[in-house]
């Protein structure tokens, strides 16, 4: 993404969206205009890219870029300006992490880490071997109920890769176990289990090639999602505002990035003997 010099079709979308929302078909014609020849289809089908993302949202003909997506940017540069005047890096991008190099975010809510999360996971997915397996472990998988749109479009993306996935929850409530109807895909795999993990009930963990995205979610929002999954049998509207409730409290979400190989291979390791997955030699 390039907003200084927008170029491409979802570059022009975000900068002419900054200052306000509008008709789809203004959208159109402005872009035709900055960048001639470009097609109501590619436009279209951008928009509905960045809409599963969650960067847009549409609503009667028009569009503006998402509230949930801008407070999770402005939490982002602010952490990378913070970073960049201390020196503790020189640069705000995760990819140029060298070998044992990690950065770290502060969230106010899990709704905006994930939102973050979201950008974060997919461009590491997209820079990985599509042979090598996208390992995650989650306390609850609560993203597939509340931002279901968001996290069955991240799989089928990894999907259409022809990789394999993994999801590990570390409980397993009703709530948890029904979570598997949505992984339908051949190379994607679902597992519960009778106790977390982790000791830490509010630890998320992703393995992508080398990288680990490490997520600790407020404790005492972790502790009400515990409880939420005891409670819940089945999931229907009023389970899905109440969880949403607890998803968007304030709190203290770190969220880490590191670049480390045998940190990476040691959680693949301890995470995947619950799956069948590709050997070393198969790669």
Same mark, same amino acid.
């Given at each position: 993404?390039?907003?200084?010099?927008?170029?491409?079709?979802?570059?022009?979308?975000?900068?002419?969206?900054?200052?306000?929302?509008?008709?789809?078909?203004?959208?159109?014609?402005?872009?035709?205009?900055?960048?001639?020849?470009?097609?109501?289809?590619?436009?279209?089908?951008?928009?509905?890219?960045? @809409?599963?993302?969650?960067?847009?949202?549409?609503?009667?003909?028009?569009?503006?870029?998402?509230?949930?997506?801008?407070?999770?940017?402005?939490?982002?540069?602010?952490?990378?300006?913070?970073?960049?005047?201390?020196?503790?890096?020189?640069?705000?991008?995760?990819?140029?992490?060298?070998?044992?190099?990690?950065?770290?975010?502060? $969230?106010?809510?899990?709704?905006?880490?994930?939102?973050?999360?979201?950008?974060?996971?997919?461009?590491?997915?997209?820079?990985?071997?599509?042979?090598?397996?996208?390992?995650?472990?989650?306390?609850?998988?609560?993203?597939?109920?509340?931002?279901?749109?968001?996290?069955?479009?991240?799989?089928?993306?990894?999907?259409?890769?022809?990789?394999?996935?993994?999801?590990?929850?570390?409980?397993?409530?009703?709530?948890?176990?029904?979570?598997?109807?949505?992984?339908?895909?051949?190379?994607?795999?679902?597992?519960?289990?009778? @106790?977390?993990?982790?000791?830490?009930?509010?630890?998320?963990?992703?393995?992508?090639?080398? $990288?680990?995205?490490?997520?600790?979610?407020?404790? @005492?929002?972790?502790?009400?999602?515990?409880? $939420?999954?005891?409670?819940?049998?089945?999931?229907?509207?009023?389970?899905?505002?109440?969880?949403?409730?607890?998803?968007?409290?304030?709190?203290?979400?770190?969220?880490?990035?590191?670049?480390?190989?045998?940190?990476?291979?040691?959680?693949?390791?301890?995470?995947?003997?619950?799956? $069948?997955?590709?050997?070393?030699?198969?790669?």
């Amino acid at each position: 993404m390039n907003i200084i010099k927008p170029s491409s079709i979802e570059d022009l979308i975000i900068m002419l969206l900054q200052k306000s929302s509008m008709p789809i078909v203004k959208l159109i014609e402005a872009i035709d205009k900055e960048r001639s020849g470009t097609t109501k289809q590619g436009v279209y089908n951008m928009i509905r890219k960045l @809409k599963r993302q969650e960067i847009v949202v549409v609503h009667n003909k028009s569009i503006s870029l998402s509230g949930v997506w801008l407070s999770a940017m402005e939490e982002f540069f602010a952490q990378a300006r913070n970073i960049t005047k201390s020196g503790r890096m020189s640069s705000d991008s995760f990819l140029n992490l060298a070998q044992g190099e990690k950065i770290q975010y502060y $969230f106010r809510d899990p709704i905006l880490t994930d939102a973050f999360w979201s950008h974060i996971f997919i461009t590491l997915v997209d820079v990985s071997a599509p042979k090598t397996p996208v390992l995650i472990y989650n306390p609850h998988e609560w993203f597939l109920l509340v931002r279901t749109d968001n996290e069955v479009d991240l799989f089928k993306r990894i999907h259409n890769r022809g990789q394999q996935l993994a999801v590990l929850a570390g409980n397993a409530t009703a709530l948890d176990k029904s979570a598997r109807s949505f992984l339908k895909d051949s190379n994607a795999m679902y597992e519960t289990l009778a @106790k977390p993990l982790f000791p830490k009930n509010n630890y998320y963990v992703n393995i992508i090639a080398d $990288f680990v995205i490490e997520v600790w979610i407020d404790q @005492k929002i972790s502790i009400q999602l515990d409880e $939420f999954y005891k409670q819940s049998k089945v999931f229907n509207d009023a389970d899905k505002q109440r969880l949403e409730q607890i998803l968007m409290q304030k709190g203290r979400n770190r969220f880490s990035i590191t670049h480390n190989k045998r940190k990476a291979d040691a959680l693949r390791k301890k995470i995947g003997k619950y799956f $069948f997955l590709h050997r070393e030699s198969d790669k």
